[in-house]
Nanobody, 127 residues
């Protein structure tokens, strides 16, 4: 599956932003999906993940838990990251990632476990 991220932009601290990741190709429902981000001068880090299937489970990094919400629309082959109460430290390039998984509960916070990546979308949060 090919992934394309969109929705980034420049916002003020406290604002919300919604990122989308559109997938093209078969078997989207079979993929465990995730968002990662790379802040300026830092390593890419895990943000959120959602397991395969319709009744998916969600996981978040401590830094975004309670502010970000990951979801997907299987019929539209799209994954969403709703980001609320944004902070300047949320600034970075956001990447969507996916990997076809056999397990219904599979997810990973390790970027090397994901085989498919979108091109990234820049989020800038101004204080």
């Amino acid at each position: 599956v090919q992934l394309q991220a969109s929705g980034g932009g420049l916002v003020m601290a406290g604002d919300s932003l919604r990122l989308s990741c559109a997938a093209s190709g078969p078997s989207f429902i079979m993929y465990g999906l995730a968002w990662f981000r790379r802040a300026p001068g830092k390593e890419r880090e895990f943000v959120a993940a959602i397991t395969r299937g319709y009744g998916a489970s969600r996981f978040y990094s401590d830094s975004v838990n309670g502010r970000f919400f990951i979801s997907k629309d299987v019929d539209k082959s799209t994954m969403i990251l709703q980001m609320n109460s944004l902070k300047p430290e949320d600034t970075g390039v956001y990447y969507c990632a996916g990997s076809q998984s056999e397990g219904l509960t599979w997810y990973s916070t390790n970027e090397s476990d994901y085989l498919n990546w979108g091109q990234g979308t820049l989020v800038t949060v101004s204080s």
